[in-house]
Structure formats: C-alpha cells, structure tokens
C-alpha cells in the first residue's frame, strides 16, 4: 500500500483552492488533513467540490495546529506571508500559491518544467503566477539560446476566475459578456517574474525585456498568449519554423505537462481548459530580424494554479511529478 501523506490547504474556499481540494481528494498518495477557510468553515466541502472527502472546511486557527507535512497557501499575499513562517517552524513545507514569494530569494521558483529539480529538497516553494507560466514556459528555449532578439512582446487574455472571487460587478462573468479590455497596461505585476525567470535561463548578455499587455476575456477560465520577437541570425533560414518546433519538442521531451502543436493556430483555450497542460505553437517568417510568433495556452486555475502546486507537492513527496493529475480532461 502506498505511503499517504498529510496536507493542509489553507484559502480552500476560493476559484484555486477548490481546485485543490478536488485534486487531492482523489490524489493515490495525499491525504486531505484540512481545509480552510474562514468565510465556509463548518460547511461540507463535498457540497462545493463535488468531491467524496466527507469532511467539513475549518478556521485558519483549526487548521494551524493540525499535523501535516506540506500546506498548500492558496490565500492572497498578504495571509501567505503572515502563514508561511508560522507553519516552517513547525517543520511543515509549504507551497505558496500567492505572490508573497515569488521574489524571495529563500523560496524556490516552483516552475517545475524548467526548475523542478530545485524544489523536492525545499522548504518554501513560490508557485508561479498564471500569466507567467504561459509566458514563460512559451519563451525559454528560444530564449535559452538566445535565438531571439530580448525586446519581446506579449499580448495575453485571462479568464474572469483569474482575478480570484471577487464582490467587483465588473468582474462578472455578466459583465464581461461580449466584451474584451485590456488592463494593467505596462504595469502587470507578473512582468518582474517573468523577467528573473527568464533571466536565470538566458545568456547574461541576452536577458529579455517582456511588455506584457493583458486582456480579461469573456470566459470563465483559461489563459491564452500570443509571443512576438524577432529572430536572430542563428535562427533564420529555410525551414526556421519546422527547426524551432523541433526545438521546442527536444526542449520539452518527456514533460507530459507541455504540448507541441503542428502549427501557432493549433493552439486554443478549449484544448487545454480542464487539463494540467501548457500548448505551445510556433510560427516564423525564417528571416534575420523577422518575427517569430509563439502562441500558448494553459488552464489558469489548473496548470496556471491548483495543477502546478500539486506538481511541486509530488516533488516534494518524492512522488512522480504527475502523481493525480493524470485523469484530468479537457471540458470540451
């Protein structure tokens, strides 16, 4: 029989926090010891998840002095940032969903497709943020070898979940029927991340500059980027786009959370919304100082979020990295 291991997941009551309690519900090797959430303690969590745990959401105090090995932070930055050092020196490693992080040096960058070997002996992982899964996971290995020129544009557009549950009318799913807008315009806060993620994989002499503009879509869920850079010399020639897609499935070969597509317009939301993969397409006029094209999707409560921790988790666990996640299937 194998070994279960206790978590705890604390702001269980939000879009990416349910999504981790119906993740490892099901999970072979975890066991849910908690879930909190302050706005739901004492109702069923099976009455929102639709999962069979039997149990009920409690207090974050509840939840801090139970035993576990790991808890997942699916809380704003502010409660993360307050929690995670409580729940270290209680010996529990923790996975911070939230942003408190990602730029604290004593916390392991938890992409686990580019770094996933720095984070099983860790005892604080940053989970990365939505937008900068996509954006990043689309750019390194062009940017490892420095193929493309670092000025580097990305138009993105988010699903309405991805700014968490929120009172905000304009938010609504209502409101934003037949509309698109951007937001955040030049002064997105996963740009910094992005950048210093990117930057531990480039050259030091071809670190990117990301402007990153970003769009809230008229969904409920998904993330989908459209990348656009300019080839370098070594990139160009006949045949450049078939040479970077090949590029691209050499640099994710064996990673069952990225998928190559044939072309850029074989990537869209409805192929990966439901699922812990990131789709990646390429396309490139194969000239010096032409334009590459890279489109991406993700699920931004799954790989964007929920999925990706579970990632770390089973790294952490020393479990095989798509431990649970394997079951998961698009929505249509």
């Given at each position: ?124 992982v940053a989970n990365p943020g939505c937008y900068a899964t996509c954006v990043i996971t689309a ?18 557009g988010s699903g309405v979940t991805g700014a968490g549950r929120t009172a905000d009318e304009a ?73 970077l897609i090949a590029r691209y499935r050499a640099a994710y070969a064996g990673d069952r959370s ?75």
């Amino acid at each position: 029989m194998q070994e279960m291991h206790n978590v705890a997941i604390f702001g269980a009551g939000g879009y990416a926090g349910l999504e981790l309690v119906k993740l490892l519900a099901v999970h072979p090797g975890v066991r849910i010891a908690c879930a909190a959430s302050d706005a739901r303690a004492g109702t069923a969590i099976d009455e929102l998840t639709g999962a069979r745990t039997g149990a009920s959401f409690v207090t974050t105090k509840q939840a801090l002095a139970t035993e576990a090995e790991v808890a997942l932070l699916a809380t704003p930055a502010e409660a993360a940032a307050e929690l995670a050092p409580q729940l270290i020196a209680r010996g529990i490693r923790v996975i911070d969903l939230s942003n408190a992080h990602r730029a604290d040096g004593k916390a392991v960058y938890g992409l686990a497709s580019l770094f996933g070997g720095e984070v099983a002996g860790a005892r604080l992982v940053a989970n990365p943020g939505c937008y900068a899964t996509c954006v990043i996971t689309a750019l390194a290995p062009v940017v490892r070898d420095a193929l493309v020129e670092p000025a580097i544009a990305v138009a993105a557009g988010s699903g309405v979940t991805g700014a968490g549950r929120t009172a905000d009318e304009a938010m609504s799913l209502g409101e934003m029927y037949g509309e698109v807008r951007a937001y955040k315009v030049l002064r997105h806060q996963h740009v910094p991340e992005i950048e210093m993620a990117l930057g531990r994989v480039a050259p030091p002499a071809a670190r990117p500059r990301v402007a990153l503009t970003t769009h809230l879509l008229p969904v409920a869920r998904g993330i989908f980027a459209t990348v656009t850079a300019r080839l370098r010399d070594g990139a160009a020639g006949e045949g450049a786009t078939e040479a970077l897609i090949a590029r691209y499935r050499a640099a994710y070969a064996g990673d069952r959370s990225v998928v190559i597509a044939a072309t850029a317009e074989g990537v869209s939301l409805r192929r990966v919304v439901g699922t812990n993969t990131c789709a990646i397409g390429v396309a490139s006029e194969g000239t010096a100082g032409g334009f590459v094209v890279i489109t991406a999707a993700i699920d931004n409560l799954l790989k964007g979020a929920a999925g990706q921790a579970v990632e770390n988790l089973n790294l952490m666990l020393g479990l095989e990295r798509m431990t649970g996640l394997a079951h998961l299937a698009r929505h249509a």
